[in-house]
């Protein structure tokens, strides 16, 4: 294997609060504890106050959310797009200390709270593009599990998996996180039947919001025959080998989950 192919990029992506920097912490202690992996630790989050993991490259070497808010007076969304905007100026320049360490196996990069600012300006897919030439790329798109205990939250969960797929244009898969809180309905079992299916959402929906949700979950089943989600607890370790198993069938050729 040659340099070029030695990383394998793990993006942890979801909405704000779902468990992205304790899910790398996790995942990374369970690479190093079961595989005896030596992953490194990529935060890309310019907000973040405390890490639970030791970064290899902490984008707040660059640009801070706090100091921002504190030099300039902007509240901490406009702090966020002006961090953001720091970010992109100096991209070229990020990417190449990120892929300067040294090392093989798994890059585990956490990403800004505010998932909008990582997909849907430039910097998330810029920073992708690049940190994936010559290696290979994963995002894991983690579902807010108060969204996924009911149906349609779930459909909208897996619309947000589906557009992460599109603007990162790298295979995505998705864990449903905080199983140790909540006890999420039994998707799995729901999404191949559809009488039960149907029958759940006449339950939970009515009128409109019936039929846009039978139509939507008609579209996230199709997705789902070729997509495994795995409940995880990134607080108790709970899943991370269904997890690997995920990125593994995800990378390998034989198929792109999405
Ligand atoms: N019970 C439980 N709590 C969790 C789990 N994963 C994360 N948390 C908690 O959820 C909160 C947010 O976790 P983070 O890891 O900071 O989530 P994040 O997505 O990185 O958050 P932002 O970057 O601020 O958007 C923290 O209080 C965590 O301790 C989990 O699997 N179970
Ligand atoms: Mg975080």
New binding site residues.
Partial sequence: MSWMDAWINVV?I?????????????FGRWLEKELGERPIYVNL?P??LKL?YKPSYDIRSLVRVDDLMRDTGLGPNGAMIKAAEIIEERLNDVVVRIRSINGTGFRLI??????ELFLFREMGPRIVERLSEGSRAVAVY?LD?FLASSLSGFAVGISMSIITRLRLRIPVVSVI?????LNTIELERMLLDESKLVERIALEEHGLAAELSAKFMNLVREYSKAMRIVK?????G?GMQDLYNLINDALCECGDLT
């Fill in positions: 942890m979801g909405p704000a609060g779902c468990g992205k920097t304790s899910m790398v912490a996790s989050d907000g973040v639970p956490d990403t800004p709270g505010q998932m983690i599990p996180n905080k199983a140790d809180l995880t607890s990134a607080k108790t709970q």
